[in-house]
């Protein structure tokens, strides 16, 4: 068809894991300029900061699946790599990510997600062997 073009979208998803957690100092200098930011629109340049740091340690473990956009027009056509492995933060890094931005409305941008969808047939794999309790 004329004048149209299918894309597939990639997506990696980091988990995040909130417990009594020291800081990450990986994330100090990304969550201290957060205030720069504050508003829609607003900009800030970050140097210093190394995202493979900010990464969990093990990038080889990941599920994947063939999902969606998770805002409108929530299109399926997203390919999600999400990895095995998490982010460590403290409750206190946590609170400053989910209370530091603004939306239009100047309304903080927290528990802004798309609720859980059905399967509808979709498969979730993995690239790994899963073992229970391999993460204790």
């Known amino acids: 068809m004329a004048g149209w073009s299918l894309f597939t ?9 909130v417990k009594d957690y020291p800081e990450n100092t990986y994330y100090s200098n990304f969550i ?17 900061l ?9 990038l080889q473990h990941y ?6 956009l998770t805002t409108p027009p ?8 999400v990895l095995a ?3 460590k933060l403290s409750r206190t890094q946590v609170w400053k990510l989910e209370n530091s931005l603004l939306d239009h409305s100047n309304k903080t ?6 609720r859980t969808q059905p399967l509808n047939r979709r498969v979730v794999e993995s690239n790994f062997v899963y073992l229970p309790n391999q993460g204790e």
Request: include cysteine.
């Open 9 to 17: 979208h990639a997506q990696c998803c980091v988990s995040l894991q």
């Open 74 to 81: 929530c299109t399926e056509n997203v390919h999600w790599f």
């Open 63 to 68: 599920y994947s699946y063939q999902g969606s």
């Open 32 to 48: 201290s300029h957060l205030a720069d930011i504050k508003y829609p629109g607003h900009s800030t340049t970050l140097t210093g």
């Open 50 to 58: 190394d995202i493979q740091d900010m990464l969990p340690e093990n």
């Open 109 to 114: 941008i927290q528990n802004d997600y798309r």
């Open 85 to 87: 492995d998490s982010v």
